[in-house]
């Protein structure tokens, strides 16, 4: 009768080694799956990286033909239409020449100058002349005799009778404290005043590329 106990005991020590070796094959089964799954994962991914870079050289291929192609088939009219803006733009070097030549005439001086687009009003963003030509602001800070006909006076004069100066007037004066800084003119003078004026300037009609070579 105590050997009937026997056979379960040895039953169960038989299966032990069968059950180690299931659960090992099922740990490197999953182990495998894990490893086949990770390496498909980044094969996809590998690939989709590809393609997009490959895409992107293809469109850039493309990019770079149709500007190739635009600039072969355009190139007559852009170096025409830049070559029509380098004409337009404004000499101001010619302008601020001239500024001093005119403020030199009366024994003025000019300190600086300022030029800017005037803004119209109504929806306009410029100020325009009755005939409808462009003006340009300038304020022109400088110092004359106040106020007679060789000091700002003539200044306001001589400027209004530059051709593409549509009007001239003075904005703010202060007397000027030193005479150092003064042209021979003005340094033995005592009514001197710094001056601000202000200059509408007809564009169209400024010294430019195009009119300099003509």
Same mark, same amino acid.
């Given at each position: 009768?105590?050997? @009937?106990? @026997? ?15 299931? +659960?090992?094959? !099922? ?12 390496? +498909? =994962? ?11 870079? %490959? ?7 493309? @990019? #770079? ?11 007559? $009219?852009?170096?025409?239409? !830049?070559?029509?803006?380098? *004409?337009?733009? /404004? ?8 500024? $001093? *030549? #005119?403020?030199?005439?009366?024994? %003025?001086? &000019? ?9 119209? %009003? ?11 030509? *462009?003006? !340009?602001?300038?304020? @022109? ?9 060789? +000091?700002?006076?003539?200044? /306001?004069?001589? =400027?209004?009778?530059?051709?593409? !100066?549509?009007?001239?007037? /003075?904005?703010? #004066?202060? &007397?000027?404290? +030193?005479?150092?800084? =003064? ?6 003078? *005592?009514?001197?005043?710094? &001056? ?11 010294? %430019? /590329? ?5």
């Amino acid at each position: 009768m105590m050997n @009937l106990n @026997l056979l379960p005991d040895k039953y169960v020590k038989n299966r032990a080694p069968m059950l180690l070796l299931t +659960g090992y094959v !099922i740990f490197v089964g999953v182990v495998f799956v894990l490893i086949m799954l990770f390496f +498909g =994962l980044l094969t996809v991914s590998v690939n989709k990286q590809k393609n997009l870079v %490959s895409l992107r050289k293809v469109e850039q291929i493309k @990019l #770079t033909k149709n500007i190739k192609d635009l600039k072969n088939a355009n190139s007559v $009219e852009v170096q025409d239409a !830049i070559r029509g803006l380098k *004409e337009k733009q /404004i000499l101001t070097n010619q302008v601020v020449k001239i500024f $001093e *030549e #005119t403020f030199r005439k009366s024994e %003025s001086v &000019l300190w600086s100058y300022e030029l800017k687009l005037l803004s119209g %009003s109504g929806g306009d963003t410029t100020a325009r002349t009755f005939d409808n030509k *462009e003006l !340009i602001n300038a304020d @022109l800070s400088g110092a004359a005799t106040y106020y007679g006909k060789d +000091g700002a006076q003539k200044v /306001i004069a001589d =400027l209004e009778a530059i051709p593409w !100066i549509y009007s001239a007037m /003075i904005v703010t #004066t202060r &007397l000027h404290e +030193g005479g150092n800084d =003064l042209v021979d003119g003005l340094a033995s003078k *005592e009514n001197v005043h710094d &001056l601000t004026i202000k200059v509408q300037l007809i564009k169209d009609e400024l010294p %430019s /590329i195009a009119r300099n070579n003509k």
